[in-house]
């Protein structure tokens, strides 16, 4: 592929993310600028809370990660739809985290361990998607990814399965210290 061909669809792949995680991004701020203008309209929680700020800097990774790959990938339909999968996976996450209502809720901690599931389904689906990726791209899967996956799909488990604040809360704290360490 000439290298000018290459530009131009690294660009158009890396517009549709940028525009994916713009949305989730924002999603994130509103519902920050939401308990910043109504603080005593919903309970905030320090389990949410949590949640919201490891999504956030998910996502600041994700897009920091997709800056390198104007190197590293040969862009096929397939490492594409892989990078929309997980961009999108992420979008449900903060979704879920930020819903458009929860008035049948006592709160957003309340939503969120009735909904608790669907989110670490969805967190356990981006890092099968990036295993998956490493695999069609090659079958080149680092010992540290596999760490890292084995790490958050156990707590995924744990954390569909438990739905104790305090457990919840010491599960968020791995994945955030586990998300700081990939930097």
């Known amino acids: 592929m000439e290298a000018t061909q290459f530009i131009e669809i690294f660009t158009h792949v890396r517009i549709l993310i940028a525009m994916i995680i713009s949305l989730s991004i924002a999603r994130i701020l509103s519902g920050v600028a939401r308990f910043l203008q109504h603080p005593k309209r919903n309970r ?7 949640w919201v700020f490891s999504m956030l800097l998910e996502l600041i990774l994700f897009w920091w ?13 397939v490492a594409f739809a892989f990078q929309i999968g997980y961009a ?17 809720y006592k709160g957003y901690q309340d939503f969120f361990i009735q909904r608790r599931y669907w989110f670490f389904t969805l967190l356990a689906l981006t890092w099968i998607i990036d295993i998956s990726k490493a695999i ?19 707590l995924c488990a744990l954390a569909a399965f438990f739905k104790h604040p305090k457990i919840q809360i ?3 704290l791995i994945y955030i210290s586990r998300q700081l360490l990939s930097i």
């Open 136 to 154: 069609v791209a090659g079958g080149n899967i680092s010992s540290t990814l596999l760490l890292h996956a084995s790490v958050t799909l156990s």
């Open 44 to 50: 905030i929680s320090a389990l949410h809370l949590l």
């Open 170 to 172: 010491a599960i968020v």
């Open 65 to 77: 990660w997709g800056v390198r790959l104007s190197k590293d990938v040969e862009w096929t339909f």
């Open 88 to 104: 999108i996976t992420l979008f449900l996450m903060t979704a879920l985290l930020f819903p458009d209502d929860i008035a049948e």
